[in-house]
């Protein structure tokens, strides 16, 4: 075990008999030693012990006293603590038993998430990219700590994980089993803040979005009611045949299932928000994208509403180039609808080099995230976004395309590799197309017009949207701002997007 229990008897220590200890006191699976807690927030301990047991917590200067209610179940609240990178104990005591945790920092906590390409560790990029094997070397960064839980599905949600989670200091030993999106997130977060980063990774490769929404969510739309009907009765394949539905390989694939075991036991773990990297599995051979945009606003939502935070941030990853199927410029789309929620932020990679559906530069994707959240949490001075679609304005025979996060302009760039994009004003914006009002797209060119974009074809005299990147790999996007990231790409009337899978007889 990852933790000490001491047993007091007092009444053997006297020579009287021992103390019936059928109900071993017990803190919840998450915590453990090493573990980060989240600074300026009430800090939340429980766990269980005998019913009507008095419980004692410690930890720094505080010290918090419970009963454990009639199901033996307790909770005490620590007041909010600044970030100390020093380690120290969380001890808790109850009836002769004591249980002690020790180096225990306080600083920041973020939950990482999605399927595989969260879960890709940092060994998996070092074998593709040299520079990665550098920074394993110089990842002796003991105040960084990654906890990986790896549960099974529930059909129920679970109290409590059922193996006691561990914490892992980051060193050049430990870095390369932890997610390579998480570890590049949490080193920018830790070298711009120079507090604790924990890092609590319930990514599962291979799975679409539903089983990580919580039960309540799914009332939020009818794909997703039908969904979690046609799940409570086991029916997986009418759940793939479905409009806007997904295929649920196995029980791990229904909904909730991954958030009841996963998410659901350490909901009152205190943390500063999540970053996600998902919908690969939502848009694949025979998977249907259409409704991403309300599974991804369930998702958010049923999180917020799970952990008693409605402001909680969550900044997740618009899908690659690299690997794609055909329904991903249409995730993609849905993606970038989903970005209106509050609090949240999108990180376009459709610019990053890579091969395969697992591309291995997740250093831009991590500090991409990175941005967001020093500039909305930290409250740094930081370009966070690249070109946002706004609005158009259709003048004559072109379009012009109003964009957010352009207040320095916009350029047309090339990135190579790991390398900063690189302006390069004489060549042609890629990637635009215009519809005329047949509703057949048209390759359009498209010239930069300060902070905006003008776009025209000559075939199409009378345009009625635009759309960019809308392609399954779009390589070489290349309008940026003048902060050096990437426009998303976007449609100006999604409502003209059609997509029909080829779902199953």
């Known amino acids: 075990m990852n933790y000490r229990v001491h047993l007091i008897i007092l009444t053997f220590l006297l020579?009287?008999?021992?103390?019936?200890?059928?109900?071993?006191?017990?803190?919840?699976?998450?915590?453990a030693d090493h573990m980060v807690l989240q600074r300026d927030q009430p800090v939340h301990i429980w766990g269980w012990a005998d019913a009507g047991q008095k419980v004692t917590v410690f930890f720094t200067d505080q010290t918090e006293k419970v009963v454990a209610n009639q199901n033996g179940v307790w909770s005490v609240t620590?007041?909010?603590?600044?970030?100390?990178?020093?380690?120290?104990?969380?001890?808790?005591?109850?009836?002769?038993?004591?249980?002690?945790?020790?180096?225990?920092?306080?600083?920041?906590?973020?939950?990482?998430?999605?399927?595989?390409?969260?879960?890709?560790?940092?060994?998996?990029?070092?074998?593709?990219?040299?520079?990665?094997?550098?920074?394993?070397?110089?990842?002796?960064?003991?105040?960084?700590?990654?906890?990986?839980?790896?549960?099974?599905?529930?059909?129920q949600p679970l109290d409590d994980l059922r193996q006691r989670a561990t914490w892992t200091v980051c060193d050049p030993t430990t870095v390369s089993r932890f997610s390579g999106v998480a570890f590049y997130f949490a080193r920018r977060l830790h070298a711009e803040l120079n507090v604790p980063i924990g890092m609590i990774d319930s990514s599962r490769g291979g799975t679409p979005i539903e089983p990580y929404i919580p039960r309540e969510a799914f009332d939020s739309h009818p794909t997703l009611k039908k969904e979690l009907e046609l799940g409570d009765r086991g029916d997986l394949d009418a759940i793939w045949k479905m409009p806007g539905g997904v295929r649920a390989r196995d029980a791990n694939w229904l909904p909730g299932r991954l958030f009841y075991s996963r998410l659901a036991p350490i909901s009152r773990f205190?943390?500063?928000?999540?970053?996600?990297?998902?919908?690969?599995?939502?848009?694949?051979?025979?998977?249907?994208?259409?409704?991403?945009?309300?599974?991804?606003?369930?998702?958010?939502?049923?999180?917020?509403?799970?952990?008693?935070?409605?402001?909680?941030?969550?900044?997740?990853?618009?899908?690659?180039?690299?690997?794609?199927?055909?329904?991903?410029?249409?995730?993609?789309?849905?993606?970038?609808?989903?970005?209106?929620?509050?609090?949240?932020?999108?990180?376009?990679?459709?610019?990053l080099d890579g091969a395969g559906i697992h591309p291995p530069n997740k250093i831009d994707v991590g500090e991409r995230l990175a941005r967001w959240a020093l500039a909305k949490d930290y409250g740094r001075s930081i370009a966070f976004s690249g070109p946002v679609f706004e609005r158009q304005e259709i003048q004559g025979d072109s379009v012009v395309i109003h964009f957010s996060h352009a207040e320095n302009g916009l350029m047309v760039s090339d990135k190579k590799g790991l390398a900063e994009p690189r302006e390069t004003p004489g060549d042609e914006l890629a990637y635009f197309e215009v519809v005329d009002k047949s509703g057949k797209w048209h390759p359009a060119t498209a010239v930069l017009d300060g902070k905006q974009v003008a776009v025209s074809c000559k075939d199409v005299l009378s345009p009625i949207a635009v759309r960019y990147a809308y392609a399954i790999n779009p390589e070489n996007c290349n309008l940026y701002n003048r902060d050096g990231l990437p426009a998303s790409p976007f449609c100006s009337r999604p409502e003209l997007l059609t997509y029909d899978p080829k779902l199953p007889e």
């Open 78 to 155: 620590f007041k909010p603590m600044k970030a100390d990178p020093q380690g120290r104990q969380l001890r808790v005591e109850s009836g002769g038993q004591s249980i002690v945790f020790d180096d225990v920092l306080v600083g920041e906590v973020w939950h990482a998430s999605g399927q595989s390409n969260m879960a890709m560790n940092v060994d998996a990029m070092a074998k593709e990219l040299e520079a990665v094997a550098k920074d394993i070397s110089a990842a002796d960064l003991p105040i960084l700590r990654f906890c990986r839980i790896n549960e099974p599905e529930s059909s």
């Open 270 to 351: 205190g943390v500063r928000g999540a970053i996600w990297y998902q919908g690969e599995s939502n848009s694949g051979v025979q998977e249907d994208p259409r409704d991403y945009q309300h599974k991804m606003r369930a998702l958010i939502n049923g999180w917020r509403q799970a952990f008693g935070d409605r402001k909680l941030p969550v900044y997740f990853v618009q899908l690659p180039g690299s690997g794609a199927g055909e329904g991903w410029p249409y995730l993609r789309e849905q993606q970038r609808l989903a970005a209106d929620l509050p609090h949240t932020g999108m990180v376009v990679s459709v610019d």
């Open 15 to 31: 020579g009287v008999g021992t103390r019936d200890a059928s109900a071993e006191l017990r803190l919840a699976g998450i915590f």
